[in-house]
């Protein structure tokens, strides 16, 4: 066999097993930026930031600085959220 062919195959077999051994940490893994949409009954909704910190472009978050977008996503990201707090 290609001597050149078997290290590029070990060295994916080793970027495999490194990659199940941080999927099996998932406390390593931050969110640092994203965005969401929300189906809402009045359309869509544009979320920004992360799970830690989420920013809505929605009337009410302007105006209480939360919303029930925001809410919503706590509840369907808690992930990060108890991470930090549990620190
Ligand atoms: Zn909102």
Redesign the pocket.
């Known amino acids: 066999m290609n001597s050149q062919l078997q290290t590029i195959e070990s060295a994916l077999q080793q970027a495999e097993a490194e990659a199940r051994r941080y999927a099996a940490m998932p406390a390593r893994f931050d969110i640092i930026s994203m965005e969401l949409e929300i189906q809402t009954e009045d359309g869509r909704?544009m979320l920004c930031g992360s799970p830690l910190d989420w920013t809505?472009t929605?009337a009410?978050?302007g105006e209480w600085g939360t919303?029930?977008?925001?809410m919503a996503a706590d509840i369907v990201f808690p992930h990060q959220k108890n991470k930090r707090e549990s620190i």
């Open positions: 909704q809505c929605c009410f978050y919303c029930s977008h925001v």
